[in-house]
C-alpha cells in the first residue's frame, strides 16, 4: 500500500464521517401528499426566506461535500490505474 492510498483513503473517511454528521443533523420533509397539493410553506415568511436559514447552509454544505467527496474518489480510482 503506498503513501497515496493511504492519503486518499484518510481524506474519503474524513468527508465521509462528516457527510454522515450533516445529514443526521438536517431535519426531514414532513409535509408528505398535503404538502404537494398545497405547495408546502412557500407563501411563509420561512418559506421566502429558506435560504437564508441554518438548515440551508447545512443542506448547501452536504451538497458541496458530496460533490468533493464524488470527485477525490474519482481522482483517486484514476491515480491508483497509474501508480502501481
Given amino acids: 500500500m503506498s503513501a497515496l492510498q493511504i492519503v486518499f483513503g ?3 473517511i ?3 464521517i462528516a457527510i454522515i454528521v450533516l445529514v443526521m443533523m ?3 420533509n414532513q409535509q408528505g401528499l398535503s404538502g404537494a397539493i398545497s405547495g408546502g410553506s412557500s407563501e411563509s415568511f420561512f418559506g ?3 435560504s437564508r436559514t441554518n438548515e440551508a447552509k447545512v ?3 452536504t451538497k458541496i461535500l458530496a460533490g468533493v467527496f464524488f ?3 474519482l481522482v483517486a480510482s ?3 490505474l497509474f501508480v502501481k
Avoid: D, H, W
Wanted: net charge positive; aromatic share 10%; proline share 0%.
Fill in 48 to 50: 421566502k426566506n429558506k
Fill in 59 to 61: 443542506s448547501f454544505i
Fill in 78 to 80: 484514476i491515480v491508483m
Fill in 14 to 16: 474524513l468527508l465521509a
Fill in 10 to 12: 484518510v481524506f474519503l
Fill in 71 to 73: 470527485v477525490l474518489a
Fill in 26 to 28: 438536517q431535519e426531514g
